[in-house]
């Protein structure tokens, strides 16, 4: 929202964007002074334009200059506003007003998409009048002119809510089953260094001067075998089915496990590779280094409770799927997983929200050193 408001600010007034100083006189206000910010979001929801519109509230309009941040006083609840805006406007009307620290100051932001018009009052309220539509020109709003409410009606025929379909897939693209069968490993004890034991191959082997031995292999190995048998790999296709862009989208998952099991989340550029014995200073430049150069789109926020993975998709034109990279779950044992999922985007109003219940069974083995072995052994001749 910040890097919103960042390029918001930087807007004159318009069809789609209006910057008000002072919060609107709703708390305690009489119908004349709520009848204000219903014919601000009626003018903006009717008007002319491509995307989703704006109301500012708390900045202070000084074009040419960028819009001064005054703040606001009084907060409301987008619930009240809600309810104000149903009870009135027909036909039902999507938007959300939200409020944030900016820069110091508390601002207000009512977010309206593009949406099927005309909106209308069903009967009188405060100064406005009933089954008129309210326009935004520029930066001042008027009454529609009949001809251009019939317009508004056939430039957004066969324009309806917006569809937004999610599918949870398997790395190879099929749809992600809702259970799996998985193979835990626990390990006892530290697993020990690597050390080879090998002659040099004669007096010009230089082999031995580009090669070292990893130390670290067992213990790398162990958290290679740990991930990859223990993980559900997933990625995430976002279909926009609506006759209208949809920007700005992003997901965001949480997982719950729902029986005390541990769980945690990774991204797929984040995997372990399957280590080496040895490494070659010839090639210092490892897999994972090359995908740390990566655009990230796939994040992981651990700062709060509950980890958050935040996905940008970006923007998906009528018709067009957005697809994720890969995420891998990570319980430490069997068990039932919540994945609970919302959908936002600039023209959504309100998040789309999803849950989804994976079971997981499987075998816990708990292993010392010669029983990894003994397990990687069978692993090998399990895929021969």
Known sequence: MIDLLNVLRYKSESTDIDFKSAQYRFNGGTEADKSELLKDILA??????????????????????????????DSIDDSRIQQLVNSKVKPKLTFRYEEHLYEGKTIGIIIIPKQKRPFYLASPYGKLKSNVVYVRRGSSTDEAEPV????????????????????????ENEKLPNSFSRTYLHFTEELPDFKRQRE???PFDLSLGLERDNS???????????????????????TNRSNVQLSNSKLELTVQAMNSQGVQMIAGREMPDEPKPTWSLTNPLTLNAVRAQMEEKLEIDESGPTPVCHIRIGSLLPGEQGRSELLAILPDGPGRLRLRLRVLGRELAEPIEEEHLIEVTGQVLSLDFEGYKRFLLAEQTESI
């Not at 292999?217 to 993980?231: A, H, I, L, P, Q």
Request: net charge negative; charged share 25%.
């Open 44 to 73: 903006i929801a009717n008007s002319w334009r491509d995307g989703t519109g704006y109301i500012l509230l708390g900045f202070k309009d000084q074009r040419p200059h960028p819009a001064e941040v005054v703040g606001i006083q």
């Open 148 to 171: 251009e409410v019939i317009a508004m009606g056939n430039e957004d025929s066969g324009r309806g809510d917006l569809k937004i379909e999610l599918s949870l897939l398997t790395p």
């Open 200 to 202: 040099p191959r004669g």
């Open 216 to 238: 670290d292999f067992w213990r790398e190995y162990g958290d290679y075998s740990y991930v990859n048998n223990g993980c559900i790999a997933m990625r995430f296709l976002l």
